[in-house]
């Protein structure tokens, strides 16, 4: 038992598990958007969001209080180029992703859960 419960710790610790309410396929287009190849296609994988052309890696999350949402550091990479900034994440009452950048709001639509998207850049 002792043994089970450090294995799960040490898995959290490491983000191994790493779950996130954002995960997912989203557009920020329409649901005829999500199809493999699609340009406007963002792939949310627990501490990553996969992009087009480039992939971000989100870490020392805080929760907002009072928002549900979540602000992050963002180290990313893409088009021969990396850059860092703070991204926050929020789902939307209506199930929509919220993403806030330095400047920059975009409200994501969920893609279908049988939508034939791949995570872009694959």
Sequence with gaps: MRAALILTLALMASGAS????????????DASSCRPGS???IRVTGSEIRYY???CRL???????????TLYDAECAGEGDT???RLMLMRTEEGQLL???PGRAQLLNACPADSPAE???K
């Design 18 to 29: 790493a779950q996130s309410l954002y995960d997912g396929t989203w557009t920020y287009l």
């Design 39 to 41: 340009d406007a296609v």
């Design 53 to 55: 052309e480039s992939l």
């Design 59 to 69: 870490s020392n999350p805080v929760p907002v209080r009072d928002m549900g949402a």
């Design 83 to 85: 850059w860092q900034h």
């Design 99 to 101: 993403q806030l950048t």
């Design 119 to 121: 995570a872009p850049g």
